[in-house]
C-alpha cells in the first residue's frame, strides 16, 4: 500500500518536475517534515500556556493595590503589543541572547543556556501574553461590580470572590477573543524561522533548497498543515465555549 | 467595651453621616434594632435608604457616627469585615445571583467556601432552605431560567444559608412584576415569623404595614418620623411624611 503511493509519487515526479512530492518517498526529508511538524506543535503549546497565565496574572495586577505593579504591567503590554513579533524575536535572541550565560557540556563547545527554541518559547508567549491581559481584563471589567458585592456580602475574601465567581463568568466573556489570540499566536510560531527554530517553515524552505523541484508540494503542505493545526484549535476552542454555555444566560 | 447581651439592641445606628464627594446623602442617621424585631424603612427616592442599609454590612463606608452591630463597630478600620457580613445577610433590588451556578450551587457556595462546613451537610440545608422559600424541584435551574420572583427567593435562601442573626433586605421587590411581588413577601413574612432580625428599604406599604414592628421614613438624609405602624400610617404627624403618604397609598 505505502509502496504504491511512494511509486505514484516518484513517477509523478519525473513526469511533472514542479510536483516533486520529495517528503512522501524519501524518508530523511519525511523525517524533517515531521519534526518540523513536531516542534511547531510543541511552540504552540507552550506558547499557549505560558501566555494564558502571563494573561491571567497580568489581569489580577492589573487590579493590584500597587501603582508601581500597575504601570509594569500597562508598560509591559504596551511594548509587546505594539511592536511587531518578528522584531520581539529578533531582539530576545540577538540582543538579550548577548547577555545570557553559557555553559559547555564537552570543555570545547559553548552552548547558551537558552537555545534559540527557548527564546522563541519566551518571545512569543510575552508578545500573545500582552494580548491576552488585555482580553482578560475586559472579561473581568463585564463582570457586574453588584454580583462581585453579593459575594463579598456573604463574608468570601477578595481571592474567593476572584475563583468562585469572577474568573468563571470572565473566562465565559472573554472565550471568544481569546481563541482568535491564540489562533494568531499558532500562526504567528513561524517567524520563529528567523532566529532558525527547526520548525515547520524552517524545515520546508531546508527541503526547497534542496530540491527546488519540490517547492510547489511543500508550500501546499505548509498551507494544509497549518489549516489543520488551526482546525484543531478552533474547534477545540469552539466546543469548550459551548461546553462553558450557561442555560439561560445572556440570552 | 461591655460585651453585647441580647437585650441590647443588635444593630445600633447613631448619628450617621455619609457624603459621596459634596453631596451628603445620610445627615446624621440614628435607629436601634432589636433582636426579632422587623424595621421598614421607607421614603422617596434619592433619600439615602439604600445607602444607609449597604452602611450596615460596611458595603459603604461612613464618615461620622457609629454603627453597631451586636456591639461591634462596624466602621472600626481593624473590624474583621469578612467575620460582620457572615453575621448580616444581604438581598438585593437585582438579586445578584451567581449566574454560572444553579439554585441550588448558589446557595451552597458561602457556607462551603466561607464557613468551610462539611459539603453534604450543606447540601442537606441547602435543600431544606430551597423547600422553605418554596423552589422545590428548581435546585437544578440556572437563574437565567427563573423567574424574576424565583431568583429573589433563591437569593434570599443563598442569604440564609449563612445562617445570618440579621437580614437586610435592599428593596427586594422593586424589579419584580406584581404577581411575583407577593411570593417574594410571603418568604419574608415567614422569616420574620420565625423570629429572624429584619431591615427593610421598601416601598411596599401595605407590606410594610402589615409586617414591621416599626417604620422609619426618611427625606433628604434624616428620618423624619418614624413609629409603630399603625401610628405611622395611620396617624402621621409630619407634612412631608403625609404628602409622602398620600402619593403612595
Redesign the interface.
Known amino acids: 500500500m505505502i509502496d504504491t503511493i511512494q511509486d505514484f509519487f516518484r513517477d509523478l515526479a519525473a513526469s511533472a518536475p514542479h510536483w516533486n512530492f520529495v517528503w512522501i518517498y524519501d524518508d530523511h526529508q519525511m523525517n524533517r517534515v515531521l519534526t518540523g511538524l513536531w516542534m511547531t506543535i510543541k511552540l504552540s503549546v507552550f506558547c499557549l500556556i505560558f501566555s494564558v497565565i502571563i494573561g491571567i496574572v497580568g489581569a489580577w495586577a492589573q487590579g493590584a493595590k500597587s501603582s508601581l505593579l500597575r504601570a509594569a504591567v500597562a508598560g509591559y503590554v504596551q511594548f509587546f503589543r505594539n511592536t511587531p513579533p518578528l522584531l520581539q524575536l529578533l531582539f530576545f535572541y540577538f540582543a538579550l541572547g548577548q547577555f545570557t550565560p553559557s555553559y559547555s557540556p564537552d570543555g570545547w563547545l559553548e552552548v547558551p543556556l537558552i537555545s534559540s527554541v527557548g527564546w522563541a518559547i519566551i518571545s512569543l508567549s510575552f508578545f500573545a501574553g500582552a494580548f491576552n491581559i488585555e482580553i482578560f481584563r475586559a472579561g473581568i471589567e463585564a463582570v457586574p461590580h453588584s454580583t462581585r458585592e453579593a459575594a463579598e456580602s456573604l463574608g468570601m475574601t477578595r481571592l474567593q470572590t476572584y475563583t468562585n465567581v469572577v474568573l468563571p463568568l470572565a473566562l465565559r466573556i472573554s472565550l471568544p477573543s481569546l481563541s482568535a489570540n491564540l489562533i494568531n499566536l499558532v500562526k504567528t510560531t513561524n517567524q520563529a524561522y528567523a532566529i532558525a527554530v527547526p520548525e515547520l517553515l524552517y524545515q520546508s524552505v531546508a527541503i526547497w533548497n534542496d530540491y527546488p523541484s519540490a517547492q510547489n508540494p511543500t508550500m501546499l503542505l505548509l498551507l494544509v498543515a497549518y489549516l489543520g493545526l488551526v482546525g484543531i484549535l478552533s474547534l477545540g476552542m469552539g466546543s469548550w465555549e459551548k461546553k462553558l454555555r450557561i442555560p439561560g444566560y445572556g440570552a | 467595651m461591655t460585651p453585647w447581651t441580647p437585650d441590647q439592641p443588635l444593630v445600633s445606628i447613631r448619628n450617621v453621616h455619609k457624603s459621596y464627594g459634596d453631596i451628603e446623602v445620610l445627615k446624621g442617621i440614628s435607629l436601634d434594632v432589636m433582636k426579632g424585631q422587623v424595621i421598614c424603612i421607607i421614603g422617596p427616592s434619592g433619600s439615602g435608604k439604600s445607602t444607609l442599609i449597604r452602611c450596615i ?1 460596611a ?1 459603604n463606608d461612613i464618615q461620622s457616627g457609629s454603627i453597631l452591630v451586636e456591639g461591634q463597630e462596624v466602621h472600626d478600620p481593624k473590624l474583621d469585615k ?2 460582620l ?2 453575621k ?3 438581598v ?1 433590588q ?1 438579586y ?5 451556578k444553579t439554585a441550588l450551587q448558589n446557595v451552597m ?2 457556607p462551603i ?2 464557613l468551610k462546613e462539611n459539603r453534604a451537610e450543606v447540601e442537606a440545608r441547602a435543600r431544606d432552605l430551597l423547600k422553605k422559600v418554596r423552589l422545590e424541584g428548581k435546585e437544578n435551574h ?5 423567574s424574576g420572583g424565583q431568583q429573589q427567593r433563591v ?1 434570599i435562601a ?2 440564609l444559608a ?1 445562617r445570618p442573626d440579621v437580614m437586610l433586605f435592599d428593596e427586594v421587590t422593586a424589579a419584580l412584576d406584581p404577581e411575583t411581588v407577593k411570593e417574594v413577601l410571603v418568604t419574608i413574612k415567614d422569616l420574620a415569623a420565625d423570629g429572624m432580625t429584619c431591615i427593610l428599604v421598601t416601598h411596599e406599604m401595605g407590606f410594610a404595614r402589615e409586617v414591621s414592628d416599626h417604620v422609619y421614613f426618611t427625606d433628604k438624609g434624616v428620618i423624619v418620623e418614624h413609629g409603630a405602624p399603625a401610628d405611622f400610617f395611620g396617624n402621621a404627624q409630619d407634612p412631608r411624611t403625609r404628602a409622602f403618604l398620600d402619593q403612595v397609598l
Request: glycine share 6%; aromatic share 10%; charged share 15%.
Open positions: 454590612n458595603l469578612l467575620a457580613r457572615r448580616v445577610g444581604m438585593f437585582q445578584n445571583l451567581f449566574p454560572h457556595m458561602a467556601k466561607v440556572y437563574p437565567g431560567e427563573l437569593a443563598r442569604s449563612m
